[in-house]
């Protein structure tokens, strides 16, 4: 006897964008938790934190006015300070690609294609729902975004950001526009901006900025004390974690990574060549490009990305503790140490990268581009002249969201691992 | 924690002011106390401010000097000039311009009416790009002027009445006998015609002085001849400030700070001696520095203070409450 | 031969009135203009440099009064000087008078003796420069003892100049200042000499020492006009010659700064300057004493039954600076200064708000 | 005597080489990788360790590189082509002089790698994932003109008049233009020629992208097709270096690094060793009576 078959609930389209992601996720976290011995004790809370919102739905901010940000750009101080939670809406799951896919062009960089895919599919892992996007005018791509988002129902705030960061009129007309924004938000959040609540939020995101910095700090020691993957993961958790959790979480881990330093533990391998990694940034759980580096026994020493160096890196400083210097110095930090590459000159970016290719002792360069993101592409050919120059060896990789094609990726990563290793072997 | 350490993570902002608290009681008291530095002090130490300075502004004498007839100033004795310039250059030599940040009274004085600003909860005002290039050679212009007419003087193309030109319109000469309970410098003087212009100006000036320090930081040193005389000198001076471009952002932390509003700290990124004219050496940009390194200050080559994060953690005042 | 004439002059003079003696003093005014070139304006007048080393150079000058005098050669007399320190010193000599070299800080005292025995009175006369050396350069950090007057007790009969309070190197008398002076008669005070303070612009004072030697004399508040206000003064020194005055309103010319140069000129025309304050302006004064004593004696086999002794010597005072400085001026520009940048950057700071400046074409 | 394998999985074959502690090739192998890659990677390898007259356990160090390469679990180390390449193509190219570039044709990759004096990589090239290029277009070519890949070569030099020119860089394309150019009359042999410069150009641009220097050196399967050869150098407007046997310097520059890293590590354990000694006098862990 066959027994009749159950009136089965089939899912919501929510629930199974819910599925697809956490099928992603969960994927990525078992790699990065169980391919790799000797995982800091204190990364479990950001592990956790991730399998908790990306593969059983907890929201982290339940009940607040999140706003979502579309860029590294959004001063976190002021959304903060008017009571708001920043969300950083850039997304790295190809699940979301393929949705963006539907409705932008194929050539359109993934990280864009995946975020809008998640604002279309009307699902969000932070909160019960985000009807505010702040949304700079940074690359093309993001600029077009604003009318699509708006399409979708978001309230989009457009937040002009100059193409030039070096004149005085750009940072003038971004100051203007982070003074804007100031105003704007509080009548967003419907919460008043106070000098002292501004002077907290800038105390406290400065404190997450300075357990990031130790953090970091920790890493310029040989041998390596902590793995890149998870200095990803602690700052792709920042996109959207409680500030004071987040900096909280973040200080026990630079306690248990110091512990490491003094006893000399090293988190590589005896050979492993020490990376810097550039370019577009990496947003969980599209971590492919630093988990084959480090699979392929290198590791991520340091790195030049809005997902998670620029992120934390510029700190604000005030003169006089009034509202116009304190709006003016976060506008500041935001704009003139921004090495994205949406501006005319990338001397910083280069700067910056030499500098931590020294500081950090480092190997070779690991240069990562999305296809599509043509700002980045562009600014390739310079970045390696002046690799060159500086007698930096640095790998190229063009790739995107798909999970194909990682063949070819691993070995060219394992032959740059292996040249790096016989170069500093020759130098020896 | 060695010295050097402690030193970066002071708390500069107050270091200074008990600093420059300490300096203006030397110099604009001092002279009660019969200390005297010479006449070549590159400093305001008005000399107005008699009986009580302890020293005297080298512009004073330098003006005077220069006012020799020609027959005398063109001659063997004429050197004498370059004697006070030496001894000018020796007191100079140390400190580069950090008299300016932490000894001149005028510029603490111009300090103080800021800190009362602050206190006022007023915020400041600061001179656009476009003003600034503009404005910034004035102080030139006020060093041309200091030396060619007293030239003029001596040459006997221009009176007496136009002597000591600078000092006449200098706000210092005003200002600083006050904290004496002097006022006998507040006067028009209707002497003669060149003695009257220059004191209506030197009392405009004043006036602006009091306003313009008021909303503006170091509103004045911004004008001063003085800064303009020791940018000259500087090169050689043992303090130095010094920039490693490979590890500066860019944040414009610097910048921020600077009471002087000089861009250059935070934009240039290749040079090393990033010492600008209009620096007063205040030090506050290499205290609001986060990046390690990046901006220091050197004695002979042998860094005193440098930035660190620590340092600009403390003194933003970001460090973990206990 | 002029000078005896001039002697006749005098008696002629001292016959008509009691007080119109000839004199003696020093001036360091060169005859011969073309010196001038050479010479320097020190703290302590002119002079000469040499070797990086102050040489002062004074000539005798003999007559009864500024306006009324020339230059003279020594007749015979004593020269001597007193250094900075207060000690003799040998001055070197020259026919029209002397020089020596001032290689201290502090006041140097020249004298000149000349006794002339005429009428059965022995004139003694003696001519008196106190000269100041100060070189700013070698700073201000001097003694009081290096401040104060000299003496010399082998002076017939002398002249100080007691110091103004506080005096020091850069003081300079002005008009409306008090002057005291104690006359030494052999290093005594001599009581009931007659003092007579005369300036070049004729205004002039005579007093009778008190028996501490002491005279006073308030200069004559001067504005150095020749207006009603020189001659009105040229009485006795009353309340009202020395109350404040406005300065005037018209200030200096061309011509004025012209002749600034020429300051120290003390014959030079003064017409130019009608009605102004000119801080430069200075004038010579010249005070003098004269005293008697009964001595009976003889002089080159020549008897006398009495002696007149007499001094001199010249100063400087320049117009009262406090008089022609204007307090209340001097807020208001300081007032227009603080209104204008305060009214300005209120304006600016209104205006800003307004989002932006629009750019201005020239359409021609 | 120490021996010393490398075997290279490949995308169209599995090469493998044996060589004794002196660098000299005792043999080689080379068979199609097909389905069951492991296995027929096992099988040649044995087949191949038979034919030469040796066992499994002769061989001190295994290593072998290629796509497959992490399928071989019994190897002592894996390493990449580029890099196995590299090695490869330095010991092969000794007689020639300092090999600096190499141009390698694969099965489904073509790649440009450069060499410093000492024959470490410093720059490598890829073609991205399209097959346009490679061992595979040739093989679909040659299928679509219905002539054997190995007659590539004389049809090449067959040709009298002038090459038909193949635009395509996408194998799926090229495939219709080429039946388009048959269509429109072009002899065989000319269409051949075309389709050796074609890809001589494309693989030129992918190498001039990390720099063409003295020596030039070519190999991979394609490189056995003079046709391919001589359209390289006459773009080139150089001579390249073939190695005689050109599919294998990869597999051969993995069995140099095993031998390379077994000397290493041997010499290691002898510098090593006396340490150890002082160490385990104290050792309380130790069970054994």
């Avoid at chain 4, 070519?218 to 001589?230: I, S, T, Y």
Wanted: charged residues 25%.
């Amino acid at each position: 006897m066959m027994s009749e078959p159950q009136e089965r609930a089939i899912e919501t389209s929510q629930q199974r964008h819910a599925r697809h992601q956490g099928m992603e996720a969960s994927e990525v976290l078992d790699v990065v938790e169980k391919s790799f011995s000797g995982n800091p004790k204190a990364m479990q809370y950001f592990y956790d934190l991730f399998r908790d919102v990306y593969c059983n739905g907890v929201k982290t901010h339940s009940g607040k006015e999140t706003i979502g940000t579309m860029c590294v750009q959004i001063p976190d101080e002021i959304i903060h300070a008017a009571g708001g939670i920043p969300v950083r809406m850039c997304n790295g799951f190809y699940t979301d690609e393929e949705i963006g896919g539907e409705f932008m062009p194929a050539k359109s960089c993934s990280l864009v294609k995946a975020s809008l895919g998640m604002l279309k599919s009307e699902t969000n892992p932070y909160s019960d729902g985000i009807k505010t996007i702040v949304n700079p005018t940074t690359c093309d791509q993001k600029k077009k975004a604003a009318g699509m988002m708006r399409e979708m129902g978001y309230q989009v705030y457009d937040m002009e950001l100059p193409p030039v960061k070096e004149s005085e009129e750009g940072r003038e007309y971004w100051r203007r526009s982070v003074r804007k924004f100031t105003q704007e938000v509080t009548r967003i959040t419907g919460k008043k901006i106070t000098k002292k609540g501004l002077k907290e939020t800038i105390r406290k995101v400065g404190q997450a900025q300075i357990a990031y910095h130790r953090l970091n700090d920790l890493r310029k020691h040989t041998p390596v004390p902590i793995l890149g993957k998870d200095i990803f993961m602690l700052t792709n958790a920042y996109f959207f974690d409680d500030l004071e959790c987040w900096t909280q979480a973040a200080e026990a881990l630079c306690g248990e990574i110091e512990q490491r330093v003094a006893n000399g533990f090293n988190a590589a391998g005896r050979h492993s060549p020490r990376i810097i990694f550039t370019g577009s940034p990496p947003v969980f759980p599209n971590l492919k490009i630093p988990l084959m580096i480090e699979l392929a026994d290198g590791v991520i020493v340091a790195d030049e990305t809005c997902s998670s160096n620029r992120l934390l890196n510029d700190m604000v400083s005030v003169d006089e503790w009034f509202m116009y210097d304190m709006v003016d110095a976060v506008a500041d930090r935001y704009l003139k140490s921004c090495t994205c590459p949406i501006f005319t000159m990338n001397d910083d970016r280069i700067r910056r990268l030499i500098d931590l290719y020294r500081s950090f002792h480092a190997d070779g360069v690991i240069y990562q581009a999305f296809s599509g993101c043509s700002v980045y592409e562009m600014e390739q050919r310079s970045v390696a002249k002046a690799m060159e120059k500086e007698g930096i060896p640095m790998l190229y990789i063009e790739t995107d969201y798909s999970p194909s094609g990682t063949g070819q990726l691993s070995t060219r990563i394992e032959a740059f691992m292996e040249s790096l290793k016989a170069r500093r072997r020759n130098k020896r | 924690m060695n010295i050097k350490a402690r030193i970066d993570r002071l708390d500069w902002r107050r270091f200074r002011f008990w600093l420059q608290l300490a300096a203006f009681l030397l110099l604009v008291y001092g002279g009660r106390l019969a200390i005297d530095l010479g006449q070549s002090l590159p400093t305001f130490a008005c000399g107005y401010n008699r009986g009580a300075t302890a020293g005297v502004c080298y512009l004073l004498p330098l003006q005077h000097q220069l006012a020799q007839p020609w027959s005398r100033l063109f001659s063997p004795a004429g050197l004498e000039v370059l004697g006070g310039l030496g001894l000018f250059l020796l007191w100079f030599v140390v400190l580069n311009k950090a008299w300016c940040g932490f000894i001149c009274p005028l510029g603490t004085i111009q300090d103080w009416i800021t800190g009362l600003r602050k206190k006022l909860g007023i915020r400041y005002s600061s001179y656009t790009d476009e003003q600034f290039n503009q404005l910034r050679l004035i102080k030139y212009a006020l060093l041309l002027l200091l030396i060619f007419i007293p030239l003029g003087i001596g040459g006997q193309f221009l009176s007496h009445d136009w002597g000591t030109p600078f000092c006449q319109i200098c706000p210092a000469r005003m200002v600083i006998p006050l904290f004496n309970g002097d006022f006998s410098q507040w006067v028009i003087n209707f002497s003669s015609t060149g003695k009257m212009i220059l004191t209506a100006i030197g009392m405009f000036i004043t006036g602006l002085f009091f306003v313009g320090s008021f909303l503006k930081k170091r509103f004045f040193c911004f004008f001063c001849p003085m800064s303009a005389f020791h940018y000259i000198f500087s090169k050689f001076a043992l303090f130095k400030l010094k920039k490693e471009g490979s590890k500066c952002t860019v944040c414009g932390d610097c910048y921020r700070v600077c009471d002087m509003q000089i861009k250059p700290i935070a934009d240039n990124v290749t040079k090393k001696d990033i010492l600008m004219d209009d620096c007063i050496l205040c030090l506050k940009c290499v205290a609001a520095c986060p990046e390690e390194g990046a901006l220091r200050v050197d004695i002979l080559g042998k860094p005193i203070f440098e930035a660190t994060k620590d340092g600009f953690v403390k003194r933003m005042g970001m460090e973990k409450k206990q | 031969m002029k000078r005896t004439s001039l002697f006749f002059v005098a008696c002629l003079q001292a016959s008509s009135s009691a007080y119109a003696v000839t004199q003696l003093w020093f001036t360091d005014q060169p005859a011969d203009r073309r010196l001038l070139k050479d010479l320097h304006n020190s703290h302590g007048g002119l002079v000469s440099i040499e070797n990086d080393v102050y040489v002062k150079q004074l000539w005798l000058q003999q007559g009864a009064g500024l306006h009324d005098s020339g230059l003279q050669q020594a007749q015979g007399g004593k020269f001597h000087l007193l250094d900075a320190g207060g000690n003799l010193m040998e001055p070197v000599l020259e026919p029209e008078g002397m020089r020596f070299k001032m290689p201290d800080e502090g006041f140097y005292n020249a004298y000149y003796t000349e006794q002339v025995l005429a009428n059965q009175v022995l004139n003694i006369a003696t001519a008196k420069a106190e000269v100041l050396k100060h070189n700013c350069r070698l700073g201000h950090n001097y003694d009081r003892a290096l401040v104060n007057p000299h003496q010399w007790d082998a002076a017939p009969l002398d002249i100080i100049r007691l110091r103004l309070p506080e005096e020091d190197f850069h003081t300079r008398i002005q008009s409306g200042n008090t002057l005291k002076f104690r006359v030494l008669h052999l290093g005594k005070p001599a009581s009931g000499a007659t003092v007579k303070l005369e300036t070049e612009k004729g205004w002039s004072k005579t007093t009778r020492t008190d028996e501490q030697g002491m005279a006073r004399f308030q200069i004559i508040q001067d504005s150095f006009a020749t207006d009603e206000t020189a001659e009105s003064g040229s009485g006795k020194p009353d309340a009202d010659s020395v109350k404040q005055q406005r300065p005037p309103k018209s200030w200096g010319n061309k011509q004025a700064e012209n002749q600034e140069h020429n300051a120290d000129h003390g014959s030079q025309q003064r017409e130019g300057r009608g009605g102004e304050h000119q801080r430069h302006n200075n004038d010579r004064f010249l005070v003098s004493a004269t005293f008697s004593s009964p001595d009976v004696g003889e002089l080159d086999g020549k008897p006398y039954r009495q002696v007149d002794y007499s001094v001199a010597m010249t100063g400087r005072y320049t117009v009262n600076i406090q008089a022609a400085k204007g307090t209340s001026e001097a807020l208001m520009f300081s007032s227009a200064g603080f209104l204008t940048l305060g009214v300005s950057a209120a304006l600016y700071r209104r205006r800003r708000i307004k989002p932006f400046k629009e750019i201005s074409f020239d359409e021609h | 005597m120490n021996y010393f394998a490398g075997i290279d999985i490949g995308s169209t074959a599995i090469k493998i080489v044996v060589i004794d502690q002196d660098r000299q090739i005792i043999g080689n192998k080379v068979v199609g990788t097909g389905a069951l890659v492991f296995k027929n990677a096992q099988n040649a390898f044995l087949a191949l360790l038979g034919e030469i007259g040796l066992t499994r356990q002769h061989v001190s160090y295994l290593t072998t590189t290629g796509y497959g390469r992490k399928l071989f679990q019994d190897a002592d180390e894996t390493i990449s082509e580029i890099t196995a390449n590299a090695i490869g193509a330095r010991e092969v190219g000794k007689p020639f002089g300092t090999i600096r570039t190499i141009i390698n044709i694969g099965g489904q990759d073509s790649k440009g790698i450069s060499l410093d004096e000492q024959g470490n990589v410093t720059n490598f090239a890829m073609n991205d994932r399209c097959a346009a290029g490679t061992g595979r277009f040739l093989d679909m070519a040659a299928r679509n003109l219905e002539i054997d890949v190995t007659d590539l070569g004389p049809f090449h030099f067959n040709a009298v008049s002038t090459p038909a020119a193949v635009n395509a860089t996408c194998a799926v394309f090229a495939e219709s233009e080429i039946i388009g150019l048959l269509g429109m009359g072009h002899g065989r042999e000319e269409i051949v020629k075309g389709i050796h410069f074609s890809i001589a150009k494309r693989t030129i641009k992918l190498v001039k992208r990390v720099g063409i220097e003295e020596l030039l050196y070519f190999d991979g399967g394609p490189a056995l097709n003079q046709g391919l050869v001589a359209a390289l150098e006459d773009e080139l407007g150089r001579r390249l270096v073939i190695p005689p046997i050109p599919q294998v310097t990869t597999a051969f520059g993995a069995a140099i690094i095993g031998l390379e890293s077994f000397q290493f590590e041997k010499q290691e354990r002898q510098e090593i060793a006396p340490q150890v000694v002082a160490v385990s006098g104290g050792c309380q862990s130790c069970t054994c009576d």
